[in-house]
Structure formats: structure tokens, C-alpha cells
């Protein structure tokens, strides 16, 4: 068999608006099936007409040799890719390259009408959720883990849309269309907000016979280690040996790698007295921002008593910005009752604002993972804090902070907060209401209604697409809110919105709003998301 591969990543500027710039990587991908049983099946597969530009690539992370070898990949029923194997010259570029792209096209099946299974791509692991039609599944990311920690740094990966549909026969992927936007935040900052279109179609006419492997390696790039399994590179054998494997690793603390984050939090968790030595690297001035959040990480990754307890004596160190680094982290690490106490502590007692602030959001999160008197308590202190707030910058915490619990009993304030006097308030509750998932909908919609400050309104709609692609239910409403919105930016989400939709539904209210949009940039992204054969 033989698939047209091609696949566009464009990136967008502070503003949402599309740089010219992409990454466009296209080929004819030959298979056959080499080897067969009941747990796997076994591929040979070749590349050819490889087209490749990488213009949104970092320079090291460029591809400069052919991708023709032969390569193998092995497959279970549920049609998961479960091993690649690459040939032994292939770089690390190339073969994430490959990997990625034939990961896009991983539609994980299941007997059910609609299932949920974890999966792994270029970003890490991620959950998807799928429904099946007829010979069709449609396939949605729902959100991606922090394995590696991301947190401790206060990013997080963000998934506004992500829709995939394809189509099978008896043989295998007829065609698989994607459409994903992807962005990674640092705080409030977004520091890469990215659009792929990905479409794999079956041509067996284009089928090249792949030519003999040579010798292959087993790797996969994408693999993600199971939480709470540092990784070590060798464990080593005494103490002496582990404090040497020790300061090679932590002689450089930036750049930090997450491999070196997992080898150092292995070593910590297996000798504790270690940490005691890396937390007093945090004294005095030697030591750059970087290097500090390094440190944080691995004490987070290791996750043992002893990490812990640093964690929790650092809630009190005299660095704000080391504060808020211990309170992200033992609020991913202890969501216990305990520190919960002490993240609302930090928050009425810090003097700096946005450590103080740092200790609710954390609250947040203890809510969302601790135990149901670690939830009550942070429902309970929240709840208080959004009542007592004398400032307009608490009423904003406390509203981020109810989000990050994801606790339903929240909506009445976030909802009444949607209606609030102030743009920023309606704004900042439409963004906490993106974990409160579907029950979130009608409040949001009916807040688009009336919001008059772009602002506001564009918080909404992105909320409204980080909660998921429209229902049946929503695109009518979508396309008069298409008609009634003049702000630029507020269409512009709506169009991306209905883009997500699996169905043709949303597809005919794009095409039928190309020819009235008046914008000529919201013609060209409606363009992005529909063939141009059908514009016509």
C-alpha cells in the first residue's frame, strides 16, 4: 500500500495572526507487511518524493540527509504504533521527523461508539478522546500531561483544537485528515502558539517496493516514561559512585535537559542526602534563573519525603521568585491538606503580590489532585478569598484559582463574574471556566451574546475552544455569532471553532461565510481550514 504524506506547521505572532514562514514536509509512504501474528504485525516502509522545508526549525534541529532507507515500525490491532525501528545514521532530527509525522496518523481503535486512550506525539503524552461513525472515527486531544514536568517552570501546553478524522476499509487508513493548533505558555506569556494541517491518502498506484533494511536500531523519540520512575542512565553501585555520576550532572544546570532532570531526580530519590547538597546551591547569587528552576525540577521529579520537605522550607525562602517555584511544585507533588494550609498561608502573608498570588493558584491545584479534605479545603479558602478580595488583582486570583480546581461548585461565581462591570474580571472567569468542561458551554455562549470589549469576548471563544470542538447543537448558534461579532479577532476564533468540527456540517457554514467575511485575513484562514477546490 501507499499514502500521500503532506503535512504545513505555521506559527502565529503575539497578535494570532499567521507568519509566512512554515515547516512543510511531504512524501509518498510505501508499506508492506513483513511479519504477522495475533499481538502485532510488522512494516517495512520507504519514503520517496521527499519535499521537505524547515524555515520554523531551530538550526540544530534540521534535517541535512535523504530520508529514503528503509525503515520498520510494528503495529497492534488497535492499530497503535507500538516500536520503530530506524536505521543505526539517522539522526535524532530525522528521526522525529518521521515519527511525528506518522504519529499525527495514529487513530488508536476500539469496538466502542466513543472511547478515551492516552497516546504520545511530538509534544509527549497526550489524551484523546474518539467517536466512531459508520467507517469513520473522529479523534480529539483533550489535554496533554506534564510528565516531564513542565509545571515547575509554570508552562503548560494549551490545545485550542486539535480535530482528527480518517476513514478505514478493510485494509487499513483510507484517509486521515488533522488539523491541530498547539500553543506552550509561560504564565500568561504564550511563547509558541502553532497551526498543523496534516493529511495522509491512500494511492497505492504511487507504491514503491521498499528495498532491503539494513541494520536497524530500535528507537522511538516520543516515548514517555511512567510518572514517578526517574530514570537513571546506570544505577550506580555505592554512594561514592552516585555522588560522582551526581556532579557530572549537576555541574550544568542551564541549559537543562529533561533527561538530565530525570537522571538527577533518579539519583536523588535513590541517595535523599544528595538533595541536601543541590538545594544548597540556591544560596547566595551564583546561580541564574535557570539554574535555580533546574533545581526545583529535579527536587519535584524525584517527588521523595526529602524533596519534599526542601520543597516545603522553601516556601519560605527569601526570593520570591524561589517561592513561587516551591509552591508549583509541592502542589503537583503533596496535594495534601498540609500544604494546602501553607499555600494559603503564603498567600495572605507574602508582601511580594506575585508570590502571594503564586500561593492561591497553587491552592488551585491542590484542589484539583488532593484528597477530599484537601478539595474542601481549598473549595472552602477560595471560595473565601473571591469574597474577601479587596483589590482588583485578588479578585483575579481568586478567580485563576478557582479554575485550576476544576471544582463544579465553582460556576455560580465564575458565571455571575462573566457578567461583572469590569472586561478583565469577565475575561479572567471565561479562562477559569476551561476546566469546567461541557457544563461550561451555556454560560460562555450566552456571555458572547452581550460582551461588547473585544477582549472579553476573545477570552470566551478561546475558552470555548480549549473545552472542545462545537457540538451538533452549537453550530447555528456559531454561525449567527459569525454574523453578529465585529470584532475581527472574535470571528477569527469562531472560524477556527467550527474548523474543529469533525462533521461537513462546519465546513458548509466556512465556505458559505467565505463569500460574505469582509476581512480578506479571515478569507485567507478560512482557506487554511477548507480546500480551496471547494471555496470556489
Given amino acids: 500500500m501507499a499514502y500521500d504524506l503532506s503535512s504545513t506547521v505555521s506559527a502565529r505572532g503575539q497578535d494570532g495572526a499567521l507568519h509566512p514562514e512554515t515547516d512543510e514536509f511531504s512524501a509518498v509512504v510505501s508499506a508492506h507487511v513483513v511479519a504477522a501474528s495475533e499481538a502485532r504485525a510488522s512494516l517495512q516502509i520507504a519514503l520517496s518524493e521527499v519535499e521537505l522545508r524547515q524555515n520554523l526549525a531551530q538550526p540544530e534541529d534540521r534535517i541535512h540527509q535523504p530520508l529514503g532507507d528503509t525503515f520498520e515500525i510494528d503495529v497492534a490491532p488497535s492499530c497503535r504504533i507500538v516500536e520503530f525501528r530506524f536505521p543505526q545514521d539517522w539522526s535524532d532530527a530525522a528521526q522525529r521527523l518521521v515519527a511525528g509525522a506518522l504519529r499525527t496518523h495514529e487513530h488508536v481503535l476500539q469496538s466502542d461508539a466513543t472511547w478515551e ?26 489535554l496533554y500531561y506534564d510528565d516531564n514536568g513542565l509545571a515547575a517552570f509554570g508552562m503548560k501546553i494549551l490545545v485550542p483544537h486539535a480535530s482528527a478524522r480518517a476513514s478505514f476499509d478493510a485494509e487499513g487508513i483510507v ?4 488539523r491541530e493548533r498547539v500553543q506552550i505558555r509561560v504564565g500568561s506569556e504564550t511563547r509558541a502558539d502553532l497551526d498543523q494541517r496534516s493529511l495522509l491518502v491512500r494511492d497505492d498506484s504511487k507504491y514503491q517496493a521498499p528495498a532491503a533494511a539494513e541494520v536497524l536500531a530500535v528507537a522511538d523519540p516520543f516515548v514517555v516514561h511512567e510518572a514517578g520512575t526517574p530514570a537513571l542512565p546506570k544505577a550506580p553501585a555505592s554512594l561514592a559512585e552516585a555522588r560522582a555520576l551526581y556532579e557530572a550532572l549537576a555541574a550544568v544546570l542551564d541549559p537543562f535537559t529533561v533527561s538530565q532532570a530525570r537522571s538527577l531526580a533518579g539519583l536523588i530519590a535513590a541517595y535523599p542526602s544528595l538533595a541536601d ?46 517561592r513561587i517555584r516551591a509552591a508549583v511544585a509541592l502542589s503537583a507533588v503533596a496535594p495534601t491538606l498540609e500544604v494546602g494550609q501553607r499555600l494559603l498561608d503564603m498567600y495572605y502573608e507574602d508582601l511580594q ?10 491552592l488551585g491545584v491542590v484542589g484539583a489532585n488532593g484528597d477530599e479534605s484537601a478539595q474542601r479545603f481549598a473549595r472552602e479558602s477560595i471560595g473565601a478569598a473571591f469574597e474577601d478580595a479587596q483589590t482588583h488583582g485578588q479578585t483575579l486570583a481568586a478567580l485563576s484559582a478557582m479554575g485550576n480546581t476544576g471544582d463544579p461548585e465553582f460556576m455560580p461565581q465564575l458565571a455571575m463574574s462573566l457578567h461583572d462591570e469590569d472586561p478583565s474580571v469577565r475575561g479572567k472567569a471565561a479562562e477559569a471556566m476551561r476546566h469546567l468542561g461541557d457544563d461550561a458551554r451555556p454560560h460562555l455562549q450566552a456571555a458572547l451574546e452581550i460582551e461588547v470589549e473585544p477582549g472579553a469576548a476573545k477570552s470566551v471563544m478561546r475558552t470555548l475552544r480549549e473545552i472542545g470542538p462545537p457540538r451538533r447543537d452549537d453550530l447555528g448558534w456559531a454561525a449567527e455569532r459569525l454574523d453578529a461579532a465585529p470584532s475581527i479577532a472574535v470571528r477569527g476564533e469562531l472560524i477556527a471553532w467550527l474548523a474543529a468540527d469533525p462533521t461537513a456540517e462546519g465546513s458548509a457554514i466556512l465556505i458559505d461565510r467565505f463569500h460574505t467575511e469582509p476581512s480578506s485575513a479571515l478569507r485567507q484562514l478560512i482557506g487554511r481550514y477548507v480546500p480551496a477546490s471547494e471555496l470556489r
Fill in 117 to 142: 486512550v492516552d497516546q504520545t506525539d511530538t509534544l509527549g503524552r497526550y489524551r484523546a478522546q474518539y467517536t466512531r461513525t459508520d467507517n469513520a472515527v473522529s479523534r480529539r486531544k483533550v
Fill in 175 to 178: 484517509r486521515s485528515d488533522v
Fill in 277 to 322: 547538597d543541590l538545594v544548597a546551591r540556591l544560596e547566595g547569587d551564583e546561580l541564574g534563573e535557570v539554574a535555580r528552576s533546574s533545581i526545583f525540577w529535579a527536587l519535584e521529579l524525584a517527588a521523595t519525603d526529602h524533596a519534599r520537605a526542601h520543597l516545603t522550607s522553601l516556601v519560605d525562602s527569601p526570593r520570591p521568585n524561589d
Fill in 353 to 362: 503580590p506575585t508570590a502571594a498570588t503564586a500561593g492561591l493558584l497553587a
